[in-house]
C-alpha cells in the first residue's frame, strides 16, 4: 500500500487560524530546531520510535525515518488573528518563550502577519480584537478565506497546506438543522445562520479546496454531519477534537491504570489555574461549557461503568478551570482521586501538575500538520480515527464511541503506520517478547 | 488448548509463609467476600472484564466466568510465620482492616495457626520471633517444609496446593556458584550454604513436590538457575519478583505514558513513608538494598534511554523509603518528576498517593494463586512471565528482558488467557474499533 | 478585679441554632468528654495552658485552672433545627463521629430533640426542612424563640445560658436601614421586614433576655448597630463572625510569616473541596457570596498592602470551595501560594490540608460558650474583641479594623484573661526571656 | 540610650568566609539594588516596617529609617574560598541568578576574589578546592585571618567590618575540652588540636578584632565557653546558628499556630531535595547529622511537649535532605504533617515548598550584617538572642533555652529596636488595638 503514497515533495504550508500563544510557540520553536538551537521534544513525529517485526530483530527507526513525512524546512508558516501583532510581537506577549530564544528567531517571526480574521463576538465574549474581515454574508467570509489561502499557498510556492485550529474556544453549541447536510449549511451560510460558528467558516473553506482541517479546540466546527460530508466529497482528512494537554492528558494515562487493576473510583476532582488568554476566554460560563463537555466524557468511556458498575458505577467527577493571572501560561493542574480497593478500603491519589499548556501544545500542532498532510497523500479521508491519540474529545464517524485510553490509542496510530508502510501489525503477544516463551510452556 | 486445562474441582490449599499484613488482609478478605460483607476490589480474576472479538460482538464476560478458576468457596488458607499469634490476632495487630470486619470473621481467622517458619536472623535484622524450626541442616529444613505441606494438604483434603510469598524483605544478595545448579544447590542445603536464603528453601520445597511458587518480595528466592531447572523438571509455574504496589503501580502507568507523548525525563524522586513492618525491616539498609534494585530498575526498562538518549540519557532516579510509625500500614508516597518538553522547557508533576499498602497486595495474592494454579492444570511450568503485570521486577526467563509497562503487561496477561480458551487475540486493530474505518478510508 | 468576677456555680445552658454536624459533634463530643472517653483536643479552654509572670517562675497552669469557668459536667445542651431528628440521629447522618462511639454516648444524645426552627427559605435555597416555626410576624417568632430559652431555662434548671450560632450561611446581605437603629429593627420585626434574616432574630430574642450570643455563621446577624445597641443595654456579650477552622485558619497562621520576613505575595489560589450539607449550601452562589467576603478580607488585613505596596500591592486572591459529596465532611484544601523573595525571584508554597470542618469547629463552639458566659459573669458587654481568635470575619465595634494575625489575637486573649486575675500582661520582653540578657548586654 | 549609639559614619566591610551561591546572591543582589534593577526583598532592615506608640498614632516607618544603619551604598564585600573563582565566575556556576542579572553588575563581581581559606578535609568530605591556607600551626592560620581582615579594612578603607559564615556545614562536633576556656582553646591553637574546627579559627580571629560575628551554619563555631568568653572581652556582638530558611521557617510559622489552638501532633516528616554544592556537602552522613541536630530541636522546644504531654508527648519527628541534582538551588521541601483534634480525630497537613535556597538566604546575610554592626555600636557585646529571629538553632547564653517561635522571636526583635531608640515597647494590648475598648467594657 505505501507504493501508493504520493512523495513528499514540496513545500507544506501550514496556515492557523489563532496565532497566539500556541502557535508562536510552534512557528518559534520550528523555527529554532531548524537553526539547530533546540529540540523538537514532545512531538511523535520528529523524537518518537516505532518498533518493527519481531522484537529480537531489534528494529526501532524514527517515525521521521519510516513513514515520509514533509521536513522540517520544507514548511512555511502562515495564519489568521483577531490581532495585528505579527508573530514575534505576538510570541512576546505571550510570555511562554524565553525573549533571548525569540531574539534568535526574529527575522522569521517578524515576517509573519496574521491575515484579518473571521470573527463573532457573540461565539468568544472574553475577546476584542481589530484585524476582522468585514463582509456581508458568511458565505462572503468563506471565500474570502478560500483567498486567504490559495493566495498563501501561491505567494509562498506551496505544494501542499494544511489547517490546525488554534483559536479559542468558543460558546457550546449542539448540532442543529442547518448542521445536518451541505445543501443546508451552505444556505445557511448564505443567509448569516447564527448556529455557523466562525470555526466552521474556516473549515468548509479548507474542505472546500480540499485542505486537511485538524481542530484543536472543542468547538463543535467540523464535527457536523455537513462537514463530514464534505471532507468525504473532497478527499480530504479532517480531525478534532481539543488538544489532549495538560490534566486531560494525565487522565488518560492515569484512569486505563486504575481500571487495569481493578481499582474502584469514587470522585475525581480536577482544579486547574492559569493566567493566559485561554485563561481569560474560559472564565466566561459560556465558553467554559465547551471545554467542560469535552474534558468530562473521558473518565466515562475509559472506565466503562455500564461494564463495572460495583467499580465505577458511583464517580462523582467535577473539572472547574479558574482564571489566575499569576500562573501566565504555567497552567497548574490539582487533582483528587478518591479511589477504592480490596473490600472497599478507600484510597486517595493526588495530582500536581505544573505544566505549560502551550510547550505541550506546540508539537501536537505539529504532528497532526504532518500526519494530516500524510493521510492527504495516502488518499484517507475523513475523520482521521487514528489521530485520538491528539485530543481531548476525539471526533469519529457518526454513532461510534471515540476511545480515550492513551495507550490504545497510540497503538491504533502506530499500527496505522506500520499498515502502511506494510509492515506487519503489532499485537504484544505472538509478534511479541513471551510468545515463543509462552508457546513452549503450554 | 482449552480442552487440556484440567477442571479445577476439589479444593484449593493456599499457603503463605508470613502470615503478616498482607496475607491475614487477604484471608479475612477472602472470608468477608465468602460471606457477602465486602467486595474483592482490585483482583482481576474477581472483578475484572475481559473483551472477546469483535469490539461490535459486544462480549466482555468477567474473568472468573471466562477461565476455569478455582472458587473462592473452595479455598482453604493456612501459612507459616516466626509470631505464634493466630490470623485473627495477627490480623488485629496489623490495624490495616477494621476491628468490626474482623470480628465478623473471628472464628474462621482464629482456626489459623502458623506454623513454625524457617527463620535465620542473619537474613533479616530487624524481626525477632519464636516460632521457629529447629533443624541440624538446611536440607532438612526442606524436609520439615515439604512435610508441612503434604499434612496441610491432607488434614484440609486439598486437591492442590499453591504457594505465594508474603513474607518479609531479607538482604541483598546476588546469585553465586551455589545457585547455579541443582546439584550444587542440594548440596548446599546438606552443608548449610549461608548463601541459601530461607526464602529458597520455601521455594525448593515447594517445587519438590510440583507446587507452584509465587514471590511477593524482592528477595532472589527462586530467581536462579537451580530452582529454575527444579521448576522445569516438576513441571511447576513459579513467578516474582515483588508485589508491584503503591508507588512503583504509579510509576508504570505514568512512565509510559510519558514515553507515548516524546516528553524528556530529567528526574525522579521518590520517597515513602510507611510505619508497618514491612517499613521496620526495610529501615535496615541490607534489606533497604534489595528492594531499591527491584525498585530502581523500572524506569529504564520503560524509557528505553539507549533509544532515545536525547529524552532518556540523563534521568536522575531516587527511591527512598523512610520509617514512619504514625503512618501504620498507610503507607505514603510523594513522587517528583522533572520532564521537559518542547525545546527542552521544563515542568513538574507531583504526585502524592496515599495508598494502603496491605490493601493494594492482597488481592495480587489471590489472583497470582488462581493463576499459578490455573498455569498448573494447563501444563505451563517455569517462569510465567505473562503475570508480569503483578511485579515490581518480573523474573523472565535467563537472559531477556523483562516489560514493565503495566498497560504491555495486561495486553500479554489477556491474550494468554485469550489464547488459553481459544479465543482470537486482540490488537487494537483489525478486531478493534476503527479497523474497518481505516481501511476504507486507505 | 476578678474578685468581681461572678462565680460559675450552677447549670449552664449551651443553645445553638443549627444541630446538624458542627452541634452534634459538640454535644456527643462533651457527653464522650465526661466519661472518659475521649480528650477535648482543639479546645484551648480545655487543653490549653497560659503562661503567667517572669519566665524564670515556671508558672504556666492550664486555663481552665486559672479563669474560673462553668465545669463540662455542668453543661446542658440544647438547640433549634429544621430537621426533627434528635441528636443521635443527626449525629449518625452527620457521618462525622464513629458509630462507636456515638452508641457510647446513645441516650444522652436521642434526648435532645430540637426545637422548631425559624427559618426563611429565601435566605437559604438549598435546605428543606418541616420542623419549622408558623407565625404571622417575626416579631411573633422572636417571642416564640424568647420563650423556648425561658423554658429551656427553667425545664433543665440553668443558672445561666449561652448561644452559639451553629446554622448555615444565609445569602449575602449588607446593613441597610432597618438594621440602623433598635426602634427601626423592632418595627421590621412588627412588619416583617426581609432584610431581617432568621438568625437576626435568634440573636434579638437572646439579647433581650441578656443571654450572649455567637455567631459561627458569616451571616450578619448582630453585627448591626441596632443589635449591638441592644446587647450594651442589656449588658450582653455578643461576638463573631464565622468559625475560623480549615483553610483561612492557616491562612492567618502563614500570611503572619511571610510578612514578618518581608516575603511578597503575588498570587493565593484557595480552593476548597467538601461533601456536607454545609458543602450543598455553599453550592449556591448566594450563600457562597457571604462566605467569599467573609474568606477574602483576611490577607489584605494581615499583610497591609497599603504600608508596603513593593510587596503586597498586587496579589491576586482567590478563593473556591467545590460541593464535592465523596469527600463528606472531610474537608479539603488546596492552597497554592506565589510568593517572591530576594531581587523578586519567585517560589510556591503548595499547602494541601485534609481536614475534618466539624471536628475543627466542635471545639470552637465550646470555648466561646464558655468565654461568653466568663464575660457576662465579668460585666464585659457588646463585642467580645479578644475573642476574634475564634473567628475568620471578627466583629469589632464600629469603625475599627480587625485583627486577623492569629498569633497578635492569640496574645490579646491571653493578656484579657491575665488582666481579668489581676495577673501582670506579657509582652515578650522585659518579663520574658531576654529582658536580663539585653540589659545586661547594653 | 539611643543618642549613645554610634553614627554610621564609613564604609562597612562585610566578608563571609564562604563565597558560594548564597555570599555571590548577597553580593550581586546588593550590586543590583544599588542600581535599583531589583528591590531587597526578604530583607527586614530594607523592606520591613515598624509600628511604634498606639495603633492610633499611625507611626510605621520602615525599619531603615528608624534605627541607624549602615547605608547599601557604604557597603564593601570581600570573603575567602576554597575555590579561586572570582564573585562573578562562583555566581554564574551557582546558577542562582539570572545570567542577565550577573552581566548587569559583572564589573563589581569580578572585583572581588577570594582570600585563601583555611580548610581541613576531615571536616568536610565532600569538598576539593585548591585555594587554601597552609601553616604550621592553627594559631598561625588564626593569624593570617586576622591579616586579611586587617588588609581588607585598609585597602577598602572601611571604618567597620563584620563577618557573617556563608561556608559548608562541618561535620558533628561537641564540645568538649579545649573549648571550655579561651586559654584552653589557645594552647588548642598552638598545638594543632584536631578538636577546634576551621570555622572556629575564623571567628577566633574576628573576636580577638572585635569583629562582630555571625554563623549562618549549624557548626558549633562560636558556641562554646571560650569563644563567648573571648566576645565578652573584646565587647563583639556573636550570633547564630543556622540560617532560618525553607523548611524550618516553614516549621516555625507552622507549630506555633496548631499549639495556639491546642491541636495535637502525633508526627511531622519532612523531606528535602535540592541539587546545589550544600547538598551535595550534606549527602555525607557525618555533615548531615550536624545539620539534623540542628533542625530536629525547633518542634520540641515550640510545641513543650513537657507541659502538654496529651498533644505532644509522643510526636514521631523525622527529617531527610536528599541530593538530587536535578533541582539544583531550587530546593523543595515536602512536609507531612500528622495532627489530631476534638477527641482525637486525626487529620493531616502536607506542604510542598518549592523555594530557592540562596534567595531565601541571602537577606538574612544582610540583616545580620547590618544590626551586628548596629549591635556593636550600640555597646551590645556577646550573644544577640535578639536576632534568633534569623536562625534555625538559636545560640543562647549557656544553660538559657532557645526561642523557636517566629513570632515571639519577630516581636523581640521589634521590641529591642524599640528599646534602643527609646520608645514604648509593644504588648498587643494596652498600647494595642483594643485597650481602651476591653477596659471600657469591663
Redesign the interface.
Known sequence: ?HNTIEKATGKLGILTPGLGAVAT?LIA?VE??KKNL???????T????IRLGKKSENR?PKIKDFVPLADLHDIVFGGWDVYQDNVFEAAMNAKV?EPM?LHAVRAELEAIKPMKAVFDQSYIANLHGDNIKQAATKADLAKAVMDDIENFKEANDCSRVVIVWCGSTEIYLEPSAVHQTLESFEAGLRNNDPAIAPSMIYAYAALKLGVPFMNGAPNLTCDIPALMQLAKQTDTPIGGKDFKTGQT??K???A??LQ?????V??W?S?N?LGNRDGYVLDHPDNFKTKEVSKLSVLEDILQPE??P??YGEI?H?V?I?Y????GDNK?S?D?I?I??????S??????????DS??A??LVLDLALFSDLAKR?????????LS?YFKSPQT?TG??P?HD???Q???LQ??LR??MGEE??????Q???QD??EA??
Chains 1, 2, 3, 4 share one sequence.
Open positions: 500500500m510557540t520553536g529554532a530546531v533546540a529540540q523538537p521534544v514532545g512531538s511523535l520528529q523524537m518518537g520510535n526501532n518563550l530564544l492528558l494525565m488518560t494515562i492515569l486505563p491504570g487495569a487493576r481493578a481499582l474502584g469514587k470522585g476532582f482544579s489555574i461494564s463495572n460495583e467499580l462523582y467535577k472547574r479558574n489566575y493571572p499569576p500562573a497548574e490539582w483528587n478518591d477504592f480497593g480490596w473490600l472497599g478500603y484510597m486517595q491519589i493526588k495530582i500536581n501538575f505544573l505544566c505549560r510547550i505541550l506546540a508539537p495516502s488518499g484517507m479521508s475523513g475523520v482521521q480515527e487514528w491519540f464517524e461510534l464511541h476511545e492513551i495507550f490504545k497510540l497503538i491504533v499500527n496505522t499498515q502502511l501489525i503489532i499485537t504484544h503477544m505472538g511479541d517478547f513471551d516463551l509462552v510452556s503450554l
